[in-house]
């Protein structure tokens, strides 16, 4: 199946309907999952048909602007009560990326500001919203590629762990979008992807986006990667992030931590890419990013599958939290803060 990724619209809206590649059936499958209402979009982001924290934030807006659509001849009080069903439900779908909190945050500012209004025109500045959103989203990871671009060096090999693609945003990506962006200015660099357990994003999504592109990749499993820096077969490591507290603590995928720990004691510099929407100001440090726990049946076997015996107690936390301590850079839409911390971080927001 070939399809080119830098072209692969992750969400789009078509005829009244979000459109989500269904992310749970990659590399063997593409197809979309459409959604109608707000409840079937909150469901897409706990089920993963979408995941990733920019991706899951343009979700989450869409969302709310069918639900907005569904109800737009409605009376005001049925309108407001139906958002705030939404509201609600998006919220509950998925805690750790901030992305989706900030999302709906600005769609409910848009409802706040229109409820004297009629509700067609609402509804119609709701979906108006969420397609900029969507489209900010990409600009933004534009940027970051560009900024970021600048870190790599011509015939480097770039480790990732995860999904911070395309398929992990709107368009483009934030640590694939940098690998992107040096690739498009000329250099030559090959990735090697952790396979990311027990979910195997980065088997089954990154490794994907690599080969659609003829970007040289090698799939690893993740407890391969210190062998490969010990070895001096990694030059950097670029990974995306869920949310990133006040002091540049960073919520990533669970291993990511693990990944750092390593790079830290091979000196090999370790970067975190993401859009400021992801820097959770309200939170001092990575002890209170809340770290989401999923099914066990994702680590007991896959698809199907199962390895683990009937009986065994699991723990399948989703995310790990990296210290600011361990992050020589955070490459985001404003440039690039060398080793960021609380001070370098509210800079950025100009505070």
Request: hydrophobic share 50%; with cysteine; proline share 3%.
């Amino acid at each position: 199946m070939q399809v080119e990724s830098r072209n692969v619209e992750t969400l789009r809206w078509r005829a009244g309907r979000l459109e989500l590649i269904d992310q749970r059936r990659l590399p063997l499958e593409f197809e979309y999952v459409a959604c109608d209402n707000a409840l079937q979009t909150a469901a897409a982001i706990r089920d993963m048909v979408v995941r990733g924290a920019p991706a899951i934030g343009c979700s989450a807006a869409y969302g709310v602007a069918l639900e907005a659509q569904a109800h737009a001849a409605a009376t005001r009080a049925q309108f407001d009560a139906a958002l705030e069903q939404a509201f609600a439900a998006l919220a509950a779908s998925r805690p750790t990326a901030v992305n989706l909190f900030w999302a709906i945050e600005r769609m409910r500012q848009c409802h706040a500001q229109m409820r004297g209004g009629a509700t067609r025109a609402e509804a119609a500045a709701l979906l108006e919203l969420a397609r900029q959103i969507a489209r900010d989203d990409v600009a933004i990871n534009r940027a970051l590629g560009r900024h970021g671009a600048g870190l790599i060096a011509d015939g480097a090999r770039v480790m990732t762990h995860c999904n911070a693609g395309a398929l992990a945003t709107a368009g483009h990506g934030t640590a694939l979008g940098v690998i992107r962006s040096a690739r498009d200015a000329g250099k030559r660099i090959s990735v090697i992807a952790n396979e990311t357990r027990p979910y195997l994003q980065g088997a089954r999504l990154t490794a994907w986006e690599m080969v659609q592109e003829n970007i040289p990749v090698t799939l690893v499993t993740d407890n391969m990667a210190g062998h490969l820096m010990q070895r001096g077969h990694v030059d950097l490591i670029v990974v995306g992030a869920d949310r990133i507290a006040a002091n540049g603590d960073t919520a990533n995928k669970i291993g990511t931590y693990t990944v750092a720990v390593l790079a830290e004691r091979h000196r090999i510099p370790f970067y975190i890419a993401a859009p400021l929407s992801t820097i959770d100001l309200a939170i001092a440090d990575g002890s209170a990013i809340p770290i989401e726990e999923r099914d066990a049946a994702e680590v007991t076997g896959f698809r199907g599958l199962r390895w683990a015996p009937e009986g065994v107690n699991v723990a399948n936390p989703a995310f790990d939290v990296t210290p600011a301590a361990l992050i020589t850079g955070l490459v985001t839409e404003k440039g690039v803060v060398e080793r960021p911390d609380a001070a370098k971080i509210r800079a950025l927001f100009g505070r």
